[in-house]
């Protein structure tokens, strides 16, 4: 299995307050060189690895013949992206949503980077297709480097792709059930969680369907003047997509146990 992953320092070790005066909670707040400790942590795995990176951070990363290192910088300015950043910026500035959400401290409410990156997960893949960085005959990984708070237990990991399916979800502890009734605007407005975003296994042919889907989904949440993590967004492309996807239930206290264990 092949890995994808990014890293932007959006200037996390810097969070105390939202813009507002609202403290952010304790573990929340991150150094950048916590985030090298944990790429690091990833970077032992044998797996192949595709990585985007702020290219001023490259050279403090380690280099292993595994790991390809590609700056992050001309797919988060590219106009298609950089239009998203503005109507996220527009919205999270807005005086409806700082009514709504001003007394909230979490990210998704007030940093529009940090909502901005968790929806290019899907463009990171497609741009390592499209430069052919990854081997189309082998399943793909998004996986969030910074999950790796400790060291993983297994020098390579995998996961199976039913033949039947192009994609798996991991629910965040939900039932099949539980997330088919689920309401897009009401986990938007609570934060309640249904599909972990730190990790989707699919293959290429998956993973371009899926992208598409994502950028319509950010089409429709925008229009509606709302932002959210990419959690959401993958609720809304499983409405859409669901006969290609697995659904694999996770425990909603470990996320990263099914790929470390």
Not at 78 to 85: D, E, F, G, N, V
Not at 173 to 196: C, D, L, P, R
Not at 206 to 225: P, S, V
């Amino acid at each position: 299995m092949q890995i994808v992953s990014a890293f932007t320092d959006i200037g996390r070790g810097h969070w105390t307050t939202n813009p507002y005066g609202v403290p952010v909670p304790s573990y929340l707040p991150r150094s950048t060189d916590v985030y090298i400790e944990r790429f690091e942590r990833m970077t032992t795995l044998d797996n192949s690895i595709i990585a985007f990176v702020d290219a001023d951070l490259i050279d403090k990363l380690p280099v292993r013949d595994n790991v390809q290192y590609h700056p992050i910088e001309p797919v988060w300015n590219s106009p298609q992206y950089a239009r998203i950043l503005n109507e996220i910026e527009r919205i999270h500035n807005s005086i409806p949503w700082i009514e709504r959400f001003g007394k909230d401290p979490v990210p998704e409410r007030w940093n529009s980077k940090y909502v901005f990156v968790n929806w290019l997960k899907t463009a990171f893949i497609l741009e390592s297709l499209y430069e052919l960085y990854l081997n189309t005959k082998e399943p793909i990984a998004w996986l969030d480097f910074g999950y790796f708070r400790e060291s993983p237990r297994k020098s390579f990991i995998d996961f199976t792709i039913p033949k039947d399916k192009e994609l798996v979800f991991f629910s965040n502890g939900k039932t099949i059930q539980e997330i088919e009734n689920a309401s897009v605007h009401e986990a938007i407005m609570s934060g309640e969680v249904f599909f972990q975003g730190c990790h989707i296994v699919g293959t290429h042919i998956g993973f371009r369907i899926l992208q598409n889907i994502i950028l319509g989904c950010i089409d429709k949440m925008l229009k509606m003047d709302l932002v959210d993590d990419d959690q959401t967004l993958l609720l809304m492309a499983y409405r859409e997509l669901k006969p290609m996807i697995q659904v694999e239930e996770n425990s909603s206290s470990d996320w990263f146990g099914v790929f470390t264990q």
